[in-house]
């Protein structure tokens, strides 16, 4: 009898033998290797350096370790790493863009933390609630956070500026559903300009911040044609960069509030697991190719007709690609500053 059969090997163990874990964080796709002993946390921190989110209890009573995975509050504690597998996930680094978030600058002016150690998972959590519910009652606000510990503030603090968040966010939803005219745009300053405009082109502010030095402009056509030639004669990084800002077609990946109201649209955001598996597999062939998302300008379109797309586009070259792909962005950016100035 071979007795070798029975001695444990720790090189091929179950519990120390690596298996493959992809995922996106903050809109960036990683591909590590991982054991299964693994916790989420560890490899958002230890991997990934992304120090935001905090390690207390490891228990998932205090919320300090709250992240958002495929847009649901989670205790990355809890999660294995293995389970994160082919999912979104968004840490406090990735809420916001070059600017402060409303959630983060609202803690910051109502003196929402002392400490701060809890202060990443409590805005977690309130970003989460928010994305649900934009005008949550005091209830459903302490609600929200009874899974959020704080052993500073008295929650005074957490309360006042998760109130002042919702009543910024709620204002400028009202401002772009009530839509600006070509001589509000004018008048405003820079930064308001940036805020109100540089939503447009996804994720990519720079374009808003460069557009407004060229202005005033006669009508909204000259303000798109304006932000169009500043991203022509941008360096094919910046170009790389807004392309890779945009989100998957068809799938659960982070995305802008405005990008999920497109999507939803057109029922994307409700696709069946058949459906949902051609856009995942049509989605990897096509990052793998390019190295971007696939990006088209949905509105009006069918689920049908972009998976045809998406088949057609796949047999572009690099190039040919790049300049659809350019084409598409300009689409988008016209069809939301329609939306938002008269």
């Not at 405005?258 to 999507?263: A, M, P, R």
Request: proline share 3%; net charge negative.
């Amino acid at each position: 009898m071979d007795m070798n059969k029975f001695v444990h090997n720790p090189a091929t163990s179950p519990i120390t033998s690596k298996k493959e874990l992809s995922i996106e964080v903050n809109r960036v796709n990683y591909h590590l290797h991982v054991t299964p002993t693994s916790r989420l946390v560890d490899i958002l921190r230890e991997d990934l350096g992304l120090t935001g989110t905090k390690i207390s209890c490891e228990i998932g009573r205090c919320g300090a370790c709250a992240i958002q995975m495929n847009d649901q509050l989670v205790n990355s504690c809890l999660v294995m790493a293995y389970q994160a597998n082919n999912t979104s996930i968004c840490t406090i680094e990735g809420i916001a863009d070059e600017d402060l978030h409303p959630i983060q600058r609202a803690f910051l002016e109502e003196g929402g933390f002392q400490c701060g150690y809890c202060t990443p998972g409590m805005i977690m959590a309130v970003k989460s609630l928010l994305a649900k519910n934009s005008n949550p009652t005091g209830e459903q606000i302490g609600e929200s956070l009874s899974g959020n510990l704080c052993r500073c503030t008295g929650y005074g603090g957490i309360i006042r500026a998760v109130q002042s968040a919702i009543l910024t966010m709620n204002k400028k939803e009202t401002k772009r559903d009530v839509g600006f005219s070509i001589e509000n745009v004018n008048s405003m300053s820079k930064d308001m300009f940036v805020s109100e405009v540089g939503w447009v082109f996804e994720h990519s502010p720079w374009v808003a911040e460069k557009a407004w030095e060229s202005g005033p402009f006669q009508t909204r056509e000259e303000l798109l044609k304006t932000m169009i030639r500043i991203v022509q004669n941008a360096e094919g990084s910046s170009q790389l960069a807004l392309f890779r800002a945009h989100p998957d077609l068809g799938t659960k990946l982070k995305m802008s509030e405005v990008s999920k109201k497109e999507q939803g649209d057109i029922g994307l955001d409700s696709l069946s697991q058949e459906e949902f598996t051609q856009f995942v597999s049509l989605n990897k062939s096509y990052v793998e190719k390019f190295g971007f998302p696939f990006i088209m300008a949905v509105k009006g379109q069918s689920k049908e007709a972009i998976l045809s797309a998406m088949v057609e586009r796949l047999k572009l070259s690099y190039e040919e690609e790049c300049d659809t792909a350019l084409n598409e962005v300009y689409k988008i950016a016209s069809f939301r500053l329609n939306d938002s100035i008269r």
